[in-house]
Each structure stands twice: as structure tokens, then as C-alpha cells.
């Protein structure tokens, strides 16, 4: 209801009426502006206000250009901007607004405005009154306005956050679903309909579980051509899945979602108000660890695999960071290094980093430097890697001698399993754009001959997805004669051959160092070095995947003829230690090489 000021009032000086007169209008969304017309059309009332107070009709301005935007900030109210600039250039005598929480929602708004009316001597007026900011009182009272109307909004998300709280917490609450779920019409969350969907999805878990990284399981996708499936989260619900190329941040994205595990998840985000966005003054979103998310329903939907998976898939993500302050061991890189990332301090227990010496940056040294990096202490050690790395290859090729002919078909067995997937995989893209022909084609066949306007934009439409048809049976056909589903009798003979004699693939110019250090990971875990425990020597432990251990030693580098004094009896504990396949010969070409 709006209440007339007396036009005689004290305040309203020729002076002021001289200027202009704002009429700032704002609704917070367009769900209000569309739904509550009458609260909208109140505030462009104001107009006839404004006109009984003095001010002639054409020196009165509406501002509404933050109809439909939250006046909790001024990062994107530009009319919000525009109403501050005119107060500082003098130009405005009257701002007027239907109430308070219309000009802003936060103090800080509010109180710059309060700032520059008094300054400028600008009256301000709402539905029922006129303010002078200049006045103690009333600038008391427009104080009080301000910091009511924050509190009211802070109330008003408490309400709405406690009623989804305890919705989330019943699983009620209607979440987002990745593109690999879908909600049925009873509003259940079940696997997508979509085959091609499914497949992928099961795909980039399946690789994973294979390859241990994101990026591998990117640049598989990538080398075959196979993009994601991707739900966009801005646009009318419910969002039609769409494919995208595979990046390492959309593989990140399925591999990280609880629902794809078959959980209902409610708060895996939360704001962090010391990280606002660059441009925003609105507080960032962080994700919130496993154990504290507010709600987390196992077994509430189906799902693509099981809890327990998802959980050692995060941790093999947290641990795939390069992080050895963190005890991460990172992923297997390029370095030569062998033990890049296992490589365990036996002085204080901390792991290992690694850093390239010599003349060519080719020559491996695993350091334990944390105590330098946090304190200024000298090095705890520092181990040179080649004659560790030639000690540890050589074990784990003996250990691996017994299982060498099950290693041989085992990796048969994936090759087949991997061309009969992907060529599913193919399948169903190529079933998909023969499906989007057809249904263009039915389109075009059922619009009359006689509208051309129409019949001409289906055919164009009919002639883009037969070519596309035709460029994916072109991909599938070169995939297929790059790739085979089918070994050869003499392919497999070979493949055979060479697991029979694991060092040859080990040595082989195909396999690169990452491909050794996967291998040596899938089999040890860990590796304890010790350079300063037995003199003129390296002492390891090496940690196995079963839960087992073996110690060993490695005759090192010395600089001074008092750490020869008991060579010969070193050189008997290396060959008693590592009596496994470790011969003098390897030794010897290793401390050449050094």
C-alpha cells in the first residue's frame, strides 16, 4: 500500500526538485516476475508517487534493469551500478524504492548508499515514507531497514535449507543424475535406457580399472574416437544427454560421482567464503571430503559398480597426485627411474623424491629432502638409482619366471576381451546414426510435397545424417584394418613366445618406462632404502603386493678407500641376498655403468 508524503514537506526543496528522480525496481528471479505480476507493477507505481511529491513526469527515471536478478550483490546488478553513479555525479534528488531488501540485500550495498545520499543530500522514500539520510534519526531507522532486510534473507535461506535438508535426508529430494542415470516416470533414479550410454559409462570404469589413471583412460577414448556422454546442466529440465569428446575432466567427472555407484549423495559441495571468485564477490563452491558429506544413502538406485569400488577408484585418484609430502605415489611416468613414486625413506619414513643428474639430465637419484624443505636440515639421503633399479628388476623378473605362461594367455585373454568391447562400442555408435537417418527420412516423408519450405529444411537435414552415417562407417572400416578383432595363428604363436620370456618384453623398445614401472607397481608396493645402514652399501626391503618382504643389498659409489675396507664381505652378502637370479655379471655391468 502506498501512502502519500505531504508535498509541502520541509525536505523537498526547489533544490532537489531540480534534479532528478530514480525509481529503482527490482524482483529477485524471473519465477517472481512471472508469477508475482502485482508486486512488479506496485513498484512502477512509484512513478505516481514521485509526481505527487513534485517532480515533473520527465524528470522522473525507472531503473530496471536487475528485474530478475538477487540483490544479495552488485556483481551483476547493473542498474544497481548505474543508480550509485548517477548519486556521486549529482544528478539524483530522490531515490525511491518500494522497501529496502529492493535497493540490497547485504549491509555493505546498503550502507554505500546511505553514504552517498547524505553526502549528495539526496532524499530517500519507500512505499510509506520519506527518509533524509542527513537526518540522525531517519539515518537511524534507514540503518535498522538495512540490517533487517539482510537478516530476512539469511532467514529465509535458513527455512528453505533445513525443509531440502530434511527432504535429502529421507532420499526425497530430486537431485541432478549424471547422463548415465535417468529418472523413470515415477521419478526413480534407474541405469539410462540408452545401450550406448550404458556401455560407455561401464567402458571408462572397466579402463580405469585397468589402467589406474584418468588421463590413460582419456587417451584411450581419444585413440578410438569414442566420445562421453554428457547431461547439461543449464536449460529446461530434463536435459537431453549429449555427446561430447573425452577430456580428462569429463572421465574425472564419472569416475568422482556417487550416483554412478548407486548412492543417493545430498552436500558434496559447500561454499568456502574465503574463496571468492575472480570477478565475483560471491563465495566459491568446494568439494567436501567422503566422510562429511551430510547425506550419503548406499544401495538407494542401481548403479554401475559397487560402493567399495568407487571408494578404492577415489583413492586411487587422490593417490595418482604427485604429491610425496602427502605419501602419494603419483602415477608411472616417463623418467627412467624405476622406482619413481614407491621409493620409501628407511632413516625417517617418509617417501622418496626424485631428481636427474649428470651431464644428459639422465641419471636418477632418489632423495629424501623434506627435512631441507621444511626446516633447512641438511639431506636424510640421498641413493643413486641405477644399481637399485637393475637390483629390483632382477628380482621381480625371477619372481614372475613360475607365472610367466599364465601371464602369456592372460594377456590373450584381455587382447580378445578388448576387441570384442570395442567393437560394441562401435556397434552401437554406428546403430545410433543409422537410427538418426531414419528418423529424418520418416520427418521428411511425412511433411506434404506441396510445403516446400518446410520439405526442403528436412531434406538438408536428411542429407547431413546420411553423411554422417557415412563418416562413421568410414572410421569403423580404417579401425578395423588397423585394429583386428581376430589374432592371427601366428600373432597369437608370438604373443605366446614373448610372455614365455618376460625379460624380452621387459627390454623390448616397445615397452616404454611406464609401462615397466605399471608392471613392477601391479606387483610390489613399496621399496625401503637405506644407504647409511651398512657401509659402502644400499640396504632395501622391498614390500610385495601379497603382504610379503625381502631384504637385500646393492653395492654402491664411494668416495673414500675407508668405505672399501670390507668389499670383499659386501660383495658375498650381495650374492647371498640376492641369490634369486641377481648374477655377478648384472652386478659388475651396473657398476660399470655407474
Request: charge should be positive.
Amino acid at each position: 500500500m502506498l501512502s502519500v508524503t505531504n508535498p509541502s514537506d520541509e525536505r523537498l526543496t526547489s533544490a532537489r526538485r531540480a534534479k532528478l528522480a530514480y525509481i529503482y525496481v527490482r524482483q529477485s528471479t524471473v519465477t517472481q516476475i512471472k508469477h508475482h505480476q502485482e508486486s512488479t507493477e506496485l513498484q512502477y507505481r512509484l512513478v505516481d508517487r514521485a509526481a505527487d511529491l513534485g517532480w515533473p513526469r520527465d524528470r522522473i527515471q525507472v531503473i530496471d534493469e536487475d528485474l530478475g536478478k538477487s540483490g544479495a550483490g552488485t556483481t551483476e546488478r547493473q542498474g544497481f551500478q548505474k543508480l550509485i553513479t548517477e548519486i556521486s555525479l549529482g544528478h539524483a534528488g530522490l531515490v525511491m524504492s518500494l522497501d529496502a531488501s529492493r535497493l540490497a540485500r547485504n549491509n555493505r550495498d546498503w550502507h554505500q548508499l546511505l553514504e552517498l545520499c547524505s553526502l549528495f543530500g539526496v532524499l530517500i522514500a519507500d512505499g510509506e515514507r520519506l527518509f533524509d539520510p542527513c537526518a540522525y534519526h531517519d539515518r537511524l531507522l534507514l540503518g535498522l531497514s538495512g540490517i533487517m532486510s539482510e537478516a530476512e534473507l539469511h532467514q529465509i535461506r535458513l527455512r528453505l535449507h533445513q525443509g531440502e535438508r530434511q527432504k535429502a535426508a529421507r532420499g526425497e529430494l530430486r537431485l541432478p543424475v549424471p547422463a548415465g542415470l535417468a529418472h523413470d516416470r515415477s521419478g526413480a533414479v534407474t541405469l539410462n535406457p540408452d545401450e550406448e550410454v550404458q556401455a560407455r559409462v561401464a567402458l571408462v570404469f572397466a579402463k580405469f580399472r585397468e589402467l589406474h589413471s584418468a588421463h590413460a583412460v582419456r587417451r584411450y577414448l581419444r585413440a578410438n574416437g569414442l566420445p562421453l556422454p554428457v547431461r547439461p546442466l543449464r536449460g529446461a529440465s530434463p536435459q537431453d544427454v549429449v555427446w561430447r569428446e573425452a577430456t580428462s575432466a569429463r572421465v574425472r567427472s564419472i569416475l568422482q560421482n556417487p550416483a554412478l555407484a548407486g548412492a543417493y549423495v545430498y552436500g558434496r559441495r559447500r561454499q568456502a567464503p574465503g574463496q571468492a571468485r575472480a570477478g565475483s564477490r560471491r563465495p566459491s563452491t568446494i568439494k567436501v571430503p567422503v566422510a562429511e558429506w551430510e547425506v550419503c544413502l548406499q544401495e538407494s538406485h542401481p548403479g554401475y559398480i559397487s560402493w567399495e569400488e568407487f571408494m578404492a577408484n577415489q583413492r586411487r585418484l587422490a593417490d595418482n597426485v604427485n604429491r610425496y609430502d602427502a605419501d602419494h605415489a603419483g602415477v608411472p611416468r616417463k623418467g627412467a627411474a624405476l622406482l619413481q613414486g614407491i621409493a620409501v625413506c628407511g632413516r625417517c619414513g617418509r617417501r622418496m623424491t626424485l631428481r636427474y643428474t649428470g651431464p644428459q639430465g639422465d641419471y636418477p637419484v632418489y632423495c629424501c629432502r623434506a627435512d631441507r624443505d621444511q626446516t633447512g636440515a641438511p639431506l636424510c639421503q640421498e641413493v643413486r638409482a641405477l644399481a637399485v633399479d637393475a637390483c629390483v628388476e632382477a628380482i621381480l623378473l625371477e619372481a614372475l619366471k613360475p607365472d610367466q605362461i599364465a601371464i602369456a594367455l592372460a594377456a590373450l585373454g584381455q587382447l580378445d576381451r578388448e576387441a570384442r568391447q570395442l567393437e560394441r562400442q562401435w556397434g552401437l555408435r554406428r546403430e545410433r546414426a543409422r537410427y538418426e537417418a531414419e528418423r529424418a527420412r520418416r520427418q521428411y516423408d511425412a511433411v506434404e510435397p506441396e510445403n516446400r519450405l518446410v520439405a526442403r529444411s528436412l531434406e538438408r537435414v536428411w542429407e547431413e545424417k546420411l553423411r554422417a552415417v557415412e563418416a562413421v562407417e568410414q572410421e569403423h572400416d580404417r579401425w578395423r584394418r588397423e585394429q583386428p578383432l581376430v589374432l592371427s595363428a601366428d600373432d597369437r604363436a608370438t604373443l605366446q613366445a614373448l610372455g614365455q620370456n618376460l625379460p624380452q618384453v621387459w627390454h623390448a623398445v616397445t615397452t616404454t618406462a611406464a609401462d615397466r614401472k605399471r608392471i613392477l607397481r601391479f606387483v610390489i608396493r613399496e621399496v625401503i632404502l637405506d644407504q647409511k645402514r651398512i657401509t659402502g652399501q644400499v640396504w632395501l626391503k622391498i614390500l610385495w603386493q601379497t603382504g610379503a618382504t625381502s631384504e637385500h643389498a646393492v653395492q654402491r659409489r664411494v668416495h673414500t678407500y675407508k668405505d672399501y675396507a670390507d668389499l670383499g664381505l659386501a660383495s658375498k652378502k650381495i650374492l647371498l641376498a640376492n641369490g634369486r637370479g641377481f648374477s655377478i655379471r648384472l652386478w659388475r655391468e651396473k657398476q660399470g655403468a655407474l
